[in-house]
C-alpha cells in the first residue's frame, strides 16, 4: 500500500509569490490534514479536509488555505507569502477524522522564502 | 488558549526505561496523541488517548490524567533506535472551535 505523498519536495519562492502544494493520501483514507513546521514554533495544525470539506482550521492567516478534490487528493495554497512562510510543510491522512484516528505523514514540502 | 508543556531534552542508557512528560491546559479535551519524529523524518503515530489509564504497546505505553492535565509516554528496553523527538498534541476544541495544539517535542539521545 502506498504511503502519502506530496509533490514538490523542495521549493524556493521570492515575497510576495504564491504557492500550490500538492498531498496524495493513502489509498481509502477521506482525511486529509496540514501542518506547518518550524524549528522556532514546532508543529503547528492548519486544517483539515474530509470529504471535500473544510473540517477543522488552526489559527493560521486566511492568506493559507487548501481543498480536497473528490478523489481525496488535497492541495494547499499560500498567497503573498512572507519571509516566515519559511518552513516544512506536512500533510497527514487518515481513515476518519483526526479525533481518534491514527494519522500516517508524507515527507513535506520544504519551502523556502526569499 | 492551548498550552503544552514537555521537557526539550533528555538522555538515557540503552537498555533502560524513561519517562517523558507532558502537561497541558486547554480549554477543550478529545485527547491526546503522541508522535515520534526522527530528524529529517516526519512524525510516526505512536498512541493516541482518550481515557484515564495507561495503554501499552510493546515497548510503548502512555498514560492520561485528564483531571490532573498530565500524560506520559514511557519507553523501556530502550534501543540506540529511539533516539527521536517525541511530540505529544492534544486533541480539542475551544472558543467553539477546533485546535489540535502539538508541544515542541522532546529530543530524546539514547547513548550506549
Known amino acids: 500500500k502506498a504511503g502519502v505523498t506530496q509533490t514538490p519536495r523542495y521549493l524556493i519562492k521570492t515575497r510576495g509569490q504564491q504557492v500550490t502544494l500538492s498531498c496524495s493520501p493513502i489509498s481509502g483514507h477521506r482525511s486529509v490534514s496540514w501542518y506547518q513546521q518550524t524549528p522556532g514554533q514546532g508543529l503547528q495544525f492548519l486544517f483539515e479536509y474530509f470529504s471535500e470539506t473544510q473540517r477543522n482550521k488552526g489559527n493560521f492567516p486566511g492568506r493559507f488555505s487548501g481543498r480536497q478534490f473528490s478523489n481525496s487528493r488535497s492541495e494547499m495554497n499560500v498567497s503573498t507569502l512572507e519571509l516566515g512562510d519559511s518552513a516544512l510543510y506536512l500533510c497527514?491522512?487518515?481513515?476518519?477524522?483526526?479525533?481518534?484516528?491514527?494519522?500516517?505523514f508524507g515527507p513535506g514540502t520544504r519551502l523556502t522564502v526569499l | 488558549g492551548q498550552n503544552i508543556d514537555q521537557p526539550t531534552e533528555m538522555t538515557a542508557t540503552e537498555g533502560a526505561i524513561v519517562q517523558i512528560n507532558c502537561t497541558y491546559q486547554?480549554?477543550?479535551?478529545?485527547?491526546l496523541f503522541w508522535y515520534q519524529q526522527h530528524a529529517g523524518e516526519a512524525p510516526t503515530f505512536l498512541s493516541y488517548?482518550?481515557?484515564?489509564g495507561l495503554e501499552e504497546k510493546g515497548r510503548f505505553s502512555s498514560f492520561l490524567s485528564r483531571s490532573k492535565g498530565y500524560s506520559y509516554l514511557l519507553l523501556k528496553e530502550l534501543q540506540m533506535k529511539d533516539s527521536a523527538s517525541y511530540l505529544c498534541a492534544v486533541d480539542g476544541s475551544g472558543a467553539g472551535s477546533y485546535q489540535l495544539t502539538f508541544g515542541k517535542g522532546t529530543k530524546l539521545s539514547v547513548i550506549p
Open positions: 486547554t480549554s477543550g479535551f478529545n485527547g
Open positions: 497527514a491522512s487518515s481513515l476518519g477524522t483526526i479525533s481518534y484516528n491514527e494519522q500516517f
Open positions: 488517548n482518550v481515557l484515564d
